[in-house]
């Protein structure tokens, strides 16, 4: 997986609660992605972001925030998870350009009860 | 609206032919088009690219074409094994907001 690790791998969690899903990367890459994968759905994004401290909003951002501190770390927080929520989640690297080929990590399901 | 669309049904296939999978699009002029590869559990994988002005691109068994006429690319793999069992995805970057667009996906089953 590109040197792409998520945390945790599985997460239940209830309705009205924080989450927070870490993407952590060994690569060096300047651009890194979240985006969730729903049953007869492509990848949808949420966030992306193109160097520390800058992001933006993909197709689906509501209800989402990131924080990039450093390079190789890209984190997904769901301020107050909802089930709709629920999901597989995806992080991804790129080198340069925003659409250029892009690596996933091994994912993150989560649960909203 | 614009849509990107992967048949939904499975394709099987037997061992040895060749599998043809369609992407096609609507309302897009995308710049370029790549192809995925995911198994289930995982992340997808990077497998090809092809430009708006490539016609045809190839890897070892994997064959993709692209035109733009039709709005369609299409992928094949070639003596199918039934290691090729998997989704694959096609996604469409798009100069206007810099992002790529997927599809859902189809299934592929190769049968020994």
């Known amino acids: 997986d590109a040197g792409i690790t998520q945390s945790p791998r599985h997460k239940v969690t209830e309705t009205g609660t924080p989450v927070t899903l870490r993407c952590h990367q060994t690569?060096?890459?300047?651009?890194m992605y979240w985006y969730r994968q729903d049953p007869g759905h492509g990848l949808r994004l949420i966030h992306y972001s193109y160097g520390v401290k800058d992001t933006d909003k993909g197709e689906v951002s509501d209800g989402y925030s990131v924080s990039r501190s450093k390079t190789e770390d890209f984190l997904l927080t769901l301020e107050s998870a909802t089930s709709s929520q629920t999901s597989v989640y995806f992080c991804a690297i790129s080198d340069s350009v925003v659409a250029d080929t892009q690596y996933f990590g091994p994912g993150t399901r989560l649960t909203v009860l | 609206s614009q849509k990107i669309e992967q048949n939904s049904e499975a394709l099987n296939i037997q061992e040895g032919k060749t599998a043809t999978l369609t992407c096609n699009y609507t309302n897009y002029s995308p710049a370029y088009l790549q192809w995925y590869r995911q198994d289930p559990g995982r992340g997808p994988v990077f497998l090809l690219l092809i430009r708006e002005n490539e016609k045809e691109k190839r890897k070892e068994r994997l064959k993709v074409t692209f035109d733009t006429t039709l709005k369609q690319s299409l992928f094949h793999i070639t003596a199918s094994q039934p290691a090729d069992s998997a989704t694959y995805l096609c996604?469409?970057?798009?100069?206007?907001?810099?992002?790529?667009?997927w599809g859902a996906g189809t299934k592929l089953i190769i049968k020994p």
């Open positions: 690569e060096n890459h300047r651009y």
């Open positions: 996604a469409l970057y798009m100069d206007s907001n810099y992002q790529l667009i």
